[in-house]
């Protein structure tokens, strides 16, 4: 069994059939395509935009780590007996078109409208309000007037976030730091909003920590927790890094968020998803200086960053607690193990990754 990893890093993209990203966004793919291959075995393929260059798996293996085969698109036709599957990052109509129908590659994977569906906040909204995991004031919007009027609440005396029905890292949403928009925040909602789309509104939180929860949905049986992540994020919500084994006795709300992602996940395969889901939690500090958890901030349904890192850290430091997989230009520490080329294509790797103690 051989698997080609797909790594479309930006595919929430397509389902809102936004098809072309742009070359700056291009190249970040084809940079973090080799931070796959912590989760391969040494049989599979990853799709490679740009060449990688051999001293990077000699690097790999010099840790121990067997990388796969790293294969441009050139290639392809020379593995097509080989490959029994794919793999991506997220599952699109356009990719399974291109492989499974131009290539013949034959791959299980849930219906384009149940993924659509689970990543989609329409849907998380709607699991937060079954589960009763709602926060004060977070509310969906269709007018301009009611983002006017909900921005009045006591809860957003400390800010706002206001988000798109898909997006990801950071993008499709707008961040107030008052309950106040400014100019371009207003029109920013008000062109979304004028399209007919829905928008999300937050109180803006004080967070004490966040955390990825990965999950494994099987296409039957229960869902089977993969492993617990506490996020590095920018103030702008972009995902910095992750850290694996940490001590959870720190954080007792993970036990209840724990149970109500359980739930989560057992609403996400009624609608027909299996595969690998990311769900992002949050405990915070509420005005009164109480802790509190909000255990479904954000559902992804696909391979996530925090994945990644569980495997990161299982490959570089499988003995050790607190373990981070960071992406920075420059190495954190002087134990850190990289994660990704020095070039790629020939030109220098600007988003590098980093495993680390």
């Known amino acids: 069994m051989s698997a080609l990893w797909i790594g479309n890093f930006s595919f929430e993209s397509q389902l809102i059939e936004r098809n072309q990203i742009s070359t700056a966004v291009q190249r970040i793919e084809a940079e973090l395509s080799p931070c796959l291959t912590a989760a391969t075995s040494p049989e599979d393929f990853i799709l490679c935009p740009e060449l990688i260059p051999p001293d990077f798996t000699d690097y790999l293996r010099s840790f121990g780590i067997i990388p796969p085969k790293f294969v441009g698109p050139d290639q392809l036709p020379e593995i097509l007996n080989t490959v029994t599957h794919l793999?991506?990052?997220?599952?699109?109509?356009?990719?399974v078109d291109q492989f499974d129908g131009e290539l013949k590659i034959r791959s299980t994977h849930p219906s384009?409208?149940?993924?659509?569906?689970?990543?989609?906040?329409?849907?998380?909204?709607?699991?937060s309000q079954l589960l009763?995991?709602?926060?004060?004031?977070?509310?969906?919007?269709?007018s301009a007037s009611s983002l006017e009027s909900s921005?009045?609440?006591?809860e957003f005396d400390n800010g706002f976030v206001l988000k798109e029905n898909f997006g990801q890292s950071g993008r499709g949403q707008i961040i107030g730091e008052t309950r106040k928009l400014t100019e371009k925040q207003a029109a920013?909602?008000?062109?979304r909003l004028g399209d007919n789309r829905v928008l999300f509104l937050e109180p803006k939180l004080k967070s004490l920590a966040e955390f990825g929860i990965q999950w494994d949905l099987p296409e039957e049986g229960p869902p089977q927790l993969f492993g617990v992540t506490q996020l590095k994020s920018s103030t702008r919500g972009q995902f910095i890094?992750?850290?694996?084994?940490?001590?959870?006795?720190?954080?007792p709300e993970l036990e209840s968020i724990i149970d109500s992602q359980r739930l989560a996940c057992l609403q996400i395969q009624q609608i027909g998803y299996f595969g690998p889901v990311g769900i992002d939690a949050m405990i915070y500090e509420k005005?009164?200086?109480?802790?509190a958890a909000r255990p479904l901030q954000d559902i992804n349904a696909r391979w996530t960053m925090g994945r990644?890192?569980?495997?990161?850290?299982?490959?570089c430091f499988p003995k050790e607690n607190n373990v981070s997989w960071i992406h920075s230009k420059a190495a954190p520490s002087t134990d850190a193990v990289r994660t990704s080329p020095l070039t790629l294509g020939g030109k220098p790797v600007q988003h590098q990754t980093w495993c680390h103690l």
């Open 287 to 291: 005005s009164d200086g109480n802790r």
């Open 188 to 191: 920013w909602a008000a062109n």
């Open 241 to 251: 890094g992750s850290t694996v084994r940490i001590d959870e006795q720190q954080f």
């Open 308 to 315: 990644l890192a569980i495997h990161w850290a299982n490959a």
């Open 112 to 127: 384009f409208d149940a993924v659509k569906l689970a990543n989609s906040r329409v849907f998380s909204f709607q699991l």
């Open 87 to 95: 793999q991506p990052w997220g599952w699109t109509q356009e990719l």
């Open 132 to 142: 009763n995991c709602l926060l004060d004031g977070e509310s969906s919007l269709q």
């Open 151 to 154: 921005l009045q609440r006591p």
